[in-house]
């Protein structure tokens, strides 16, 4: 993988970040969120290695995105990532159900 995109670089979302830094599995991790403070404390803190508030520019030549907001969220963020996917990039999420999420992308 080259190119990750976490959205919501909280606690769940970091420590998947740190995870794969620390395995050497992800030479880019790049940061998508609501607060710029954050993610820059993100940054400085080394858990990504950057910040995107442009979700076409974060999507670009992604590998694989991760969603880690509140599972309310899931379907708003799917529809504004969806235009930018590429035809091999992978979607995940760290949301504690699957059923609603299933039926938003299933039409």
Do not use: C
């Amino acid at each position: 993988m080259n190119k990750i995109v976490i959205f919501g670089v909280g606690l769940i979302g970091g420590s998947v970040a740190l995870a794969l830094k620390k395995s050497g599995a992800a030479p880019k991790i790049v940061g998508v969120g609501r607060n710029l403070k954050n993610l820059q404390e993100a940054i400085d803190l080394g858990v990504i290695d950057e910040a995107e508030s442009d979700i076409g520019k974060a999507i670009t030549d992604a590998d694989l995105v991760l969603i880690s907001t509140p599972v309310a969220q899931t379907p708003k963020i799917l529809e504004a990532i969806i235009p930018h996917l590429g035809s091999k990039t992978v979607i995940t999420d760290a949301g504690s159900t699957k059923s609603d999420i299933a039926e938003y992308v299933k039409d």
